[in-house]
């Protein structure tokens, strides 16, 4: 969940209107090359793109999402509220755990794709995509104002850190400064949480003193943290965790985090996913809830459901080095006679298993798996099949 980053741009060109991350002095001085994205100066990369992605991997992989934003939901009844304003059913949620989500609009398309963590018995935040965050915060507040709850745009005073990889619950364990919330609060009792944490919880921590909130999420497809802190805890905690895990944890851009989230198969918002395109459509059927009492924005159009006609997501896969792109069109045959099918939403040459590999938009019959289908790659048609996602799964 998050937007491609778009072209470089220079920091003094940029330097009067784009926003910083508290860690923009960090990356500066590691020699990162930035990128204008939703608004924001962030890492596109710091070394090569493919050493990065294999990091992650491999090891370990250090990412700076303080662009993202975070909106609180809380009060008596914040969670019979996020049941109306989200696709899925929130109040179904314990303390301590995440759930991805859609916020839909009324005729079901996606305004964007969310992770909802409930940090209390009736609070909740809310993590959007970077450009997206003005209109998801107006969008709840609009959705919630018939409940007893109220809502904070707490982005501005949140930062985030994931780290990721098959290494990164051994680096942050081994971190020094860690403890949880409450009794005890020591290191040994923080390595404990993080060997119980399972996949899409979170506790409450401390880093030298300062709230953290650690996430076992991520959006890379593999095991690893995600952490909420003040933006001036920052820096020490990025500068602990380099540190600690040495050359195993490599400081990433976005544009590894891009294929890596392509690999594992994960929409991204403007490309899989958007205000004409039904969960359906996606693959994401079963994050709308269409079991839970009440309505909820969008489930008319939901329960309606797409024409007959409309186009679905498939993966794609090819061979040689050529990769498709976004917007790339599709067609059912090699030949300027054939039809056209679909469109490429996002697409690269896999890092990890060395082909080509891509998500499009096709005709219904067109995307049973095995189908073969041609990829227009700048005037010549490639083949490439009807695959499953994920491309790429963790093994362990």
Known sequence: MTQQPGTTTSPEASAATERRSPLDAVHREAGASFTDFAGWQMPVRYSSDLAEHHAVRTHAGLFDLSHMGEIVVVGPEAALALDYALAGKLSAIDEGQAKYS??????????DDVVVYRTGADRFMVVANAANREVVAEELRDRTSPFDTEVFDESDDIALIALQGPDAREVLSQT?????????NDEEDFVTALENVKYYRAFAAEY??????????GYTGEDGF??????????????ALRETGGPRVVPCGLASRDTLRLEAGMPLYGHELGRHILPVQAGLERVVALSKE???????AIEQGPAADAPVLVG????????????YEVYDGPGEDAARVGVVTSGALSPTLGHPIAMAFVAPDAAE?????FVDVRGTRLAAS??????YQRTN
Not at 102 to 111: A, E, K, N, P
Not at 226 to 239: F, G, H, K
Not at 369 to 373: A, H, K, N, S, T
């Open 226 to 239: 995600e952490l909420y802190v003040a933006p001036e805890r920052a820096a020490s905690i990025w500068e």
């Open 369 to 373: 798996l095995g189908r073969e289908l």
């Open 386 to 391: 009807v695959v499953a996602r994920p491309f």
């Open 208 to 217: 030298e003193g300062a709230p953290v909130l650690v996430a076992r999420t």
């Open 102 to 111: 859609l916020l839909l609009d009324r005729d079901g398309g996606v305004i």
């Open 176 to 184: 020094p400064g860690f403890g949880v919330q409450g009794p005890g």
């Open 294 to 300: 009440g309505d909820f924005v969008g489930r008319e």
């Open 316 to 327: 794609l896969a090819g061979e040689g080095r050529r990769a498709p792109r976004a917007d």
